[in-house]
């Protein structure tokens, strides 16, 4: 597999919706492919999860189908997800006035959006940041827009009601270049993109996931990257959702997923077709709680 150039990836995907090469994009657009409550979701409590169609880095253990996840518009999966959605969010892609009038009626406290990668469509964003009154807009993301371009945040800083996660992956180069199929060039993104953040004032969580196979505590780089980011932001381990240390390590049922994690070996399936899992998941849970 050769490692991918996630800004041609990201501009690939945005061109698929838009019909133009961007790595983002200031149209009020955020398409959406499934909507859904989540129990207990990371720093927000019980919301309703808004899915974004495509990403600029295609995880091992990503959730989302392949086919979503580079904004196959003409596949199956694709077609019977928006189907699904409610009727006033069918039409593809949602404009952020559509989704507002959506949001309104069910009067939310928290609009999270989560993967997909929700930050090329920084327009839809802004958008709807000025559509809604009082609720919170919670964005998950793997920060590489945010790191990339020094002018991305600038239209947010003029709304109070913006929250961030951001979403660590590995705590080595190697670990983000194997988890994420990004070359590790991008590794330092989701660190430089808490900074950025931080500085300048918002509201921001970090989500981590760990290579978990062949654990050993005594060689781990997690201290060294709790340090780096405690050199951020001193309180920065109050805001690290560490159960996602766990739970993104499974990887899920899709086909395409399965793949991903057997290529890059996190995985091997048995002669009787039955998932082998490396990793050492108990043991680094035990870790992480010892923190
Ligand atoms: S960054 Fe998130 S949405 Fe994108 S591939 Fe990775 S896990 Fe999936």
């Known amino acids: 597999m050769s490692d991918i150039d996630p800004i041609r990836l990201g501009a690939g995907i945005v061109k698929r919706i838009t019909g133009?090469?961007?790595?983002?994009?200031?149209?009020?657009?955020?398409?959406?492919?499934?909507?859904?409550?989540?129990?207990?979701?990371?720093?927000?409590?019980?919301?309703?999860?808004?899915?974004?169609?495509?990403?600029?880095?295609?995880c091992a253990h990503c959730y989302v189908h392949p086919n979503l996840l580079i904004a196959n518009t003409n596949s199956d999966t694709f077609k019977k997800k928006i189907s699904n959605l409610p009727k006033s969010l069918q039409a593809f892609p949602q404009t952020s006035e559509a989704l507002n009038n959506y949001f309104s009626k069910r009067k939310e406290a928290v609009i999270e959006f989560t993967g997909g990668e929700p930050t090329p469509?920084?327009?839809?964003?802004?958008?709807l940041a000025e559509l809604v009154q009082d609720a919170t807009i919670a964005i998950n993301t793997n920060g590489l827009l945010i790191s990339e371009y020094d002018d991305?945040?600038?239209?947010?800083?003029?709304?109070?009601?913006?929250?961030?996660?951001?979403?660590?992956?590995?705590?080595?180069p190697e670990d983000f270049r194997r988890f994420t199929g990004v070359?590790?060039?991008?590794?330092?993104?989701?660190?430089?993109?808490?900074?950025?953040l931080i500085d300048a004032g918002f509201k921001t969580h970090l989500g981590i996931t760990l290579d978990t196979i062949g654990f050993k505590e005594e060689e781990n780089s997690l201290y060294e990257m709790i340090e780096r980011l405690?050199?951020?932001?001193?309180?920065?381990?109050?805001?690290?959702?560490?159960?996602?240390?766990?739970?993104?390590?499974?990887?899920?049922?899709?086909?395409?997923?399965?793949?991903?994690?057997?290529?890059?070996?996190?995985?091997?399936?048995?002669?009787q077709g039955k998932v082998i899992r490396h990793t050492n998941i108990k043991k680094t849970k035990e870790f992480v709680e010892s923190l």
């Open 152 to 172: 991305y945040l600038e239209p947010f800083k003029n709304f109070n009601n913006f929250e961030f996660l951001i979403s660590i992956k590995g705590t080595t």
């Open 183 to 196: 070359k590790s060039d991008y590794w330092e993104s989701p660190f430089k993109a808490y900074e950025k």
């Open 121 to 127: 469509f920084r327009g839809g964003l802004i958008k």
């Open 230 to 271: 405690e050199k951020i932001n001193p309180n920065a381990i109050k805001d690290i959702t560490w159960d996602k240390i766990i739970d993104q390590m499974w990887g899920h049922k899709f086909v395409g997923t399965h793949k991903k994690m057997v290529e890059r070996g996190y995985w091997t399936i048995s002669d």
């Open 20 to 58: 133009y090469s961007a790595s983002f994009t200031n149209e009020p657009i955020i398409p959406i492919y499934n909507v859904r409550p989540y129990k207990n979701s990371n720093q927000w409590g019980d919301t309703i999860m808004y899915e974004v169609v495509g990403c600029n880095e295609d």
